[in-house]
């Protein structure tokens, strides 16, 4: 297997739930080891025990969803101690140290891959320091518990601490497996529980990765080529190192990095430099991707799902139905741009930054400096923010680019602008669903045709077989009965660079389905709700649904102009639905409300699923009202947030969240949320004016 | 290197290079004196994750010249806590379960303690123009509204307190 297919199988693993899932079963805990000198701690592949506390060795990373406080809870639930005594470490990038686990944070992951692995070595941890108490005391271990640092026996109320054990627990041989702890022993679990990481990051004492400063350190900008494909041409670069405390330019094929010693001062370098730029031969227009995108759906496509039999069902249907949907580039627009800190040497790089994919990078980085991995120290940093943009390494490869031509450290800042020409984008996608109908108005057959770019066939290359597993999802398998059943996938490149956004394939794929079920619905003349309810006997989708309509008063009456809309999808284990409330004032569309409801399995943290819910609704509307990337002169039209709006506080709907009770195994929370509010809102807008929008970012002057 | 910008910052006197005059306040807290609090996240005056306080009132710090802040003391997200305001809503951005990736957070409180500098008791309405200049990508904007609130009601109770007391 070559380096290409590891990082595509990573990639794939960190996107894929159910690769994800299987892995966590077979996770190896690594043996209960003695710490080398003292035996002074109790140390696995994930936990540190030792006499003042418990440490966790992060093995997935905090850009905000609040995983590191989730997967502390998971961990001090068994060793019977409160999160906030849990110190959670960021370790560096490495493919080995939690294999078969992927550092990797994405595809709303995280909780569903470590719920038992990390209760499992927390529970080891337990079970060895019982053990060593049971031997001391000549007790049955199962009289024991671990509470608050003690080791304590039931009846007898004996006690011993942690640090009176450590020794003995750490020389015994290690426990295999012993039982977690019981759902209704819970203590941490499912306990509504504050972030552990608050009050460094309103102190501002949080360092995220372009917060970084070493001594001796140079601070840089990069302009790339702002035409995608096009190299750099002539620039003045004795204007730009007399500016005042610029140190040095360096040229790349298709990039101009200014250094100096501070920001600032790089922005004005590069002003001087005045840049120019060679244009490819055939500069990407945003009418000519959307003809490709065109002429793409008019071509067979490759088969994802095939179910049934279509024909009969056009053979047999009283009536049909037929829709095609756009959806726009995507730019991530995280509050903390582009930012890389590298240090090369002749001994190696040290790299900090935050990333997504920290072992990956640190690959990619070894990879463009041409020295094995082990000689490259990946410190991941907090990010202020991901969404997917730091899936990808090309803000590390952009900064060891210049590092590697320098003799000192330099952080490597990009501006907004920078950030907004050359993101990797969420693709652009036609999709078009037609639908065979019986007499009732209800599906018999339904086919739907997905074309765009592939992040997946960028990422597999040659093992890339027509359909992309990730576009497709929440297209393959949908909430419906909906009879014969049939997907195709046809890929469609344009020179613009796409990769993963908040949602995944399933973002797309809830536009598209939610809205098309509620044409059907209304083509029924149905009630969305009721219609939706008819088409599915899924007991976890049909109580969220039928929740959603309690708590969103559906059905109640509403002022004119306004509208109710509502979405549900069943992906990432976790089944929501959103009830948005749209008001329509001179075709300006606002949003005064939203219901969520959410069954995730059991919720580790309310909280902070709440948070999902609160943070991802409003992404997805940013989105679904403002959000589109586009292309002109072979490049990026926005390039701020004046252009690339986003929502506003004063444009934020309240958002209320209601979680369903359950004792089943966690689900993903990053995405759900985010993809349900695009079609919920359009679905609100058509109950509020009659009108169907199909394109996002939703818009009546266009409709 | 000629000492004659002299600012004041949380508190403490600074003298720094004359020519950082024009320099944006934003890279000469974050670049020149670690004072990384505050974010650079648009460069346009247009998230206000930059933001920082002159005196009661809060300033893009991004699109601010140094020398502008010259004979003004200016207060970062690192000093806000030495202020009581500025403690409170700290601790009820901690109670309410504000932050998510917390870039923007700093900028969030700093315009907040304006907010509630100039209007000490505000309504949904105030709120809204007071915080609608920062953005937020990880949609805290629902908790950011409750922990307003809840910091102003810690203020009137803490000035009650003080009146009785």
Request: charged residues 20%; contains cysteine; glycine residues 10%.
């Amino acid at each position: 297997m070559s380096a290409g297919d590891d990082l595509s199988l990573s990639r794939r693993n960190v996107l894929s739930g159910s690769a994800v899932l299987g892995l966590s079963f077979f996770v190896p805990l690594g043996r209960l080891a003695a710490a080398p000198s003292s035996a002074a701690s109790l140390a696995n592949t994930f936990l540190t025990v030792t006499a003042t506390g418990v440490e966790l060795a992060l093995p997935k990373t905090e850009m905000g969803q609040s995983i590191l406080t989730t997967l502390a809870m998971l961990v001090a639930e068994e060793l019977g101690v409160a999160p906030d005594q849990v110190k959670v470490v960021i370790p560096k990038g490495d493919a080995k140290r939690f294999a078969p686990i992927s550092q990797g944070t994405g595809g709303s992951s995280s909780v569903r891959q470590m719920y038992k692995p990390l209760r499992q070595a927390a529970a080891n941890a337990r079970a060895a320091l019982i053990n060593a108490a049971a031997a001391q005391w000549g007790a049955t271990p199962d009289r024991l518990d671990l509470i608050n640092g003690m080791v304590v026996e039931g009846g007898s109320g004996r006690r011993l601490p942690v640090r009176a054990l450590l020794a003995a627990a750490s020389a015994a041989p290690a426990p295999v497996d012993p039982p977690l702890r019981k759902a209704r022993d819970f203590k941490v679990i499912g306990k509504p529980t504050k972030r552990i990481d608050s009050w460094e990051k309103v102190t501002g004492a949080t360092v995220f990765g372009i917060d970084v400063r070493l001594p001796g350190m140079k601070v840089a900008t990069l302009i790339q080529c702002p035409m995608f494909g096009g190299t750099l041409g002539e620039v003045d670069e004795s204007a730009a190192l007399a500016t005042p405390g610029v140190v040095q330019i360096v040229r790349g094929r298709d990039v101009l990095f200014v250094v100096a010693d501070n920001y600032f001062t790089a922005l004005q370098g590069y002003i001087a430099a005045n840049p120019r730029w060679e244009a490819p031969s055939t500069p990407a227009t945003q009418s000519q991707i959307l003809a490709e995108l065109r002429q793409a759906l008019t071509k067979p496509g490759f088969e994802a799902k095939k179910q049934g039999d279509l024909a009969a069902a056009r053979r047999a249907m009283a009536s049909e139905h037929r829709a095609t949907y756009h959806q726009p580039f995507l730019a991530h627009a995280a509050m903390e741009p582009g930012s890389c800190t590298v240090h090369v040497t002749a001994a190696g790089c040290e790299i900090w930054s935050g990333s997504q994919v920290p072992s990956q990078a640190r690959e990619d980085a070894a990879k463009a400096l041409g020295l094995p991995a082990e000689k490259v120290t990946f410190h991941n940093c907090q990010m202020g923010g991901g969404f997917g943009r730091r899936l990808e390494t090309d803000m590390v490869v952009r900064a060891v680019e210049l590092g590697r031509q320098v003799s000192y450290p330099v952080k490597l800042v990009w501006s907004r602008e920078e950030d907004m020409a050359h993101d990797m984008y969420r693709p652009a996608y036609l999709d078009e669903i037609w639908a065979a109908l019986d007499a009732s108005g209800k599906p018999v057959g339904w086919e739907h045709r997905i074309v765009g770019s592939s992040i997946l066939a960028r990422l597999l290359g040659n093992a890339f077989k027509g359909v992309d597993g990730d576009a497709t999802e929440g297209a393959v398998q949908i909430p419906y009965g909906v009879g014969a059943h049939r997907v195709t996938f046809q890929q469609a490149e344009s020179a613009v660079p796409t990769s993963w956004w908040r949602g995944v394939g399933g973002l797309r794929s809830a536009f598209v389905v939610e809205s098309f079920i509620d044409e059907l619905a209304h083509k029924a003349g149905q009630d969305p709700l009721a219609y939706r309810l008819s088409l599915t006997s899924n007991p976890r989708i049909r109580a969220v649904l039928e929740r959603a309509g309690q708590e969103s008063g559906w059905g109640a009456k509403l002022p004119e102009g306004h509208g109710r809309g509502i979405a549900v999808l069943e992906l990432w284990g976790t089944v929501m639905a959103v009830v948005v409330e749209a008001r329509v004032v001179n075709d300006e569309i606002t949003v005064p409300k939203v219901t969520g409801v959410v069954d995730c399995g059991l919720a580790i943290n309310p909280l902070s699923v709440a948070a999902q819910v609160e943070g991802g609704v409003i992404f997805g509307l940013s989105a679904a009202l403002f959000g589109e990337v586009t292309i002109n002169d072979g490049r990026v039209e926005q390039s701020n947030f004046h252009d690339y709006r986003v929502l506003r506080l004063n444009e934020a709907p309240t958002i209320s969240t209601h979680i369903i009770s359950s004792v089943e195994d966690p689900g993903g929370m990053g995405e759900p949320p985010c993809a349900v509010a695009a079609p919920a809102l359009a679905n609100a807008v058509f109950a509020a004016t009659g009108k169907r929008l199909r394109s996002l970012p939703l818009s009546l002057q266009e409709a | 290197m000629a000492l004659n910008l002299t600012l004041t910052i949380n508190g403490r006197s600074v003298a720094l290079d004359a020519r950082t005059a024009d320099m944006p306040l934003l890279w000469v807290l974050r670049d020149i004196l670690g004072l990384t609090g505050a974010k650079f996240g648009c460069g346009a005056g247009l998230c206000g994750a930059c933001s920082v306080l002159m005196g009661d009132e809060r300033f893009f710090s991004c699109m601010s010249p140094a020398r502008a802040f010259v004979g003004q003391p200016v207060t970062t997200i690192e000093g806000l806590g030495n202020d009581p305001l500025g403690k409170r809503l700290q601790t009820a951005w901690v109670e309410v379960d504000v932050v998510q990736c917390g870039y923007c957070q700093p900028g969030q409180i700093v315009a907040a303690a304006a907010l509630l500098k100039a209007n000490p008791t505000p309504d949904d309405t105030a709120i809204e123009a007071g915080m609608s200049g920062n953005l937020c990508r990880c949609g805290t904007y629902p908790r950011i509204r409750e922990a307003v609130k809840l910091a102003a009601r810690a203020g009137a109770a803490s000035d009650a307190k003080g009146k009785s007391g």
